[in-house]
């Protein structure tokens, strides 16, 4: 049933991501706060990303597609294409579906301000902020393998969770926290690429060898589109879950990027940095070379930063579609407030008891009543659109 349903998501997404490029092809879309191309690529690659992406290839990805015995699904290409297809490229057509959408048509039809929709909007979002804080506090103890041992979570992963949250919490109280902390995130994550390409000692050659095999991917692109695996799955409906509320975000930075220029960013300027890193990581894993303390160190402390810009946007999100503003309770009681909360819910769904399959199935219910409420209720609002978030509704 989950297969059907997330299939069937990622079809309709693809299907409107065509059917909006060819339509409005040439419309210029402008957020609420525009800003540069490369700030906006760094807010839209760091809010959507978390430590999985540095700590997982390695550690659980690689030697899993490698085991075609055990998962004959991966067999048809290699494990660097295939953890490039579970992150990279086309799935990032999500994200432009839902940005476009809130530039170009939620100013004019208002969908999500429909008190029910609202509701249940917010309601995945908070969710899938709990989840991601509960997957980060379980993992913790894989990613800083130096401190205990290596499974037990020890009582300062809970005060590094907290604080990870607390400083998301605060950054989240001012505009300009997001710029500087998704640009400078971003920087540091190709810092730690040329890190760790120098690590290895791997030559231009060596790079050369080992990213060549993305072209796997390419090549068989049409493999990711539905589940190859309840693994793979299980990252769809992630990407999903994260769709709306991720284009709810960044929509409101893009600066006048045509919409064909928009799908083309998405898809190409956050590939490139996953396309590198995957690249090195691939060439430790097919030469056994360890990444045991400093390397280690570096890509754990990458990847809190990512977590700390995707609480980031996620606090802000929620909290400016609540009124749950600075402005009305203060900086101290937002942020003490915003912190222990989601520290709360962390810990409560630490059991894993709510399942990210579930918020994704929401979300793919909300897409569709949100075309049905375009279709039947507000058609005569998407003639004459001018990309314009600023818009107010007709």
Same mark, same amino acid.
């Given at each position: 049933?989950?297969? %059907?349903? +997330? ?13 909006? $490029? ?13 800003? #540069?191309?490369? %700030? ?27 085991? $075609? ?7 048809? @290409? ?19 579906? @839902? ?17 029910? +929709? ?8 908070? @969710?899938?902020?709990?989840? %991601? ?30 604080? !990870? ?7 989240? @109280? ?19 690429? &040329? ?25 068989? +692109? ?27 975000? !960044? /929509? ?12 083309? /960013?998405?898809?190409?300027?956050? /590939?490139? #940095? ?20 400093? #390397? ?34 203060? $900086?101290?009681?937002?942020?003490? &407030? ?21 918020? *994704? ?22 003639? *004459? ?10």
């Amino acid at each position: 049933m989950l297969t %059907t349903i +997330i299939s069937f998501g990622v079809i309709l997404a693809l299907g409107l991501t065509i059917f909006c $490029t060819i339509k409005w092809w040439n419309l210029p879309l402008t957020g609420v706060t525009p800003v #540069p191309l490369f %700030t906006f690529i760094a807010i839209l690659f760091t809010s959507g990303l978390d430590v999985g992406l540095i700590m997982f290839p390695l550690a659980f990805d690689f030697p899993l597609y490698a085991d $075609t015995a055990t998962e004959p699904a991966y067999g048809f @290409t290699n494990p660097l294409a295939l953890e490039f297809g579970f992150w990279g490229f086309l799935i990032w057509t999500f994200y432009f579906l @839902t940005t476009f959408y809130f530039c170009a048509i939620e100013p004019r039809v208002k969908f999500f301000e429909i008190p029910a +929709i609202k509701l249940l909007n917010n309601i995945v979002i908070i @969710t899938t902020c709990a989840f %991601t804080g509960a997957l980060f506090l379980i993992y913790m103890p894989y990613y800083i393998a130096e401190v205990g041992d290596g499974e037990t979570i020890l009582p300062v992963f809970y005060l590094i969770c907290f604080l !990870v949250i607390l400083i998301a919490a605060f950054s989240s @109280t001012d505009l300009k926290f997001v710029r500087v902390l998704s640009v400078s995130s971003t920087l540091l994550f190709l810092a730690l690429i &040329a890190y760790m390409w120098l690590n290895a000692g791997m030559g231009l050659g060596e790079f050369a060898s080992s990213a060549s095999n993305l072209g796997g991917y390419f090549a068989n +692109i049409h493999k990711f589109i539905i589940p190859l695996t309840d693994y793979h799955e299980f990252y769809l409906f992630w990407w999903f879950a994260w769709s709306i509320m991720i284009g709810q975000f !960044v /929509s409101r930075f893009v600066g006048g990027l045509k919409t064909w220029q928009l799908l083309a /960013s998405l898809l190409v300027f956050p /590939s490139i #940095p996953l396309g590198l890193w995957f690249s090195v990581l691939y060439y430790y894993h097919l030469n056994g070379i360890g990444t045991a303390g400093f #390397p280690n160190w570096a890509m754990t402390i990458v990847g809190i930063v990512f977590v700390i810009n995707s609480f980031d946007s996620l606090i802000r999100l929620y909290t400016d579609n609540l009124n749950f503003t600075t402005e009305r309770f203060g $900086t101290v009681s937002y942020v003490l &407030a915003n912190a222990i909360g989601l520290f709360v819910l962390t810990l409560l769904f630490q059991s894993q008891w709510l399942q990210i399959q579930w918020v *994704g199935t929401i979300v793919i219910g909300i897409y569709l009543l949100a075309l049905g409420y375009m279709f039947f209720v507000k058609r005569r609002h998407l003639h *004459g659109l001018d990309g314009n978030a600023n818009i107010p509704a007709e």
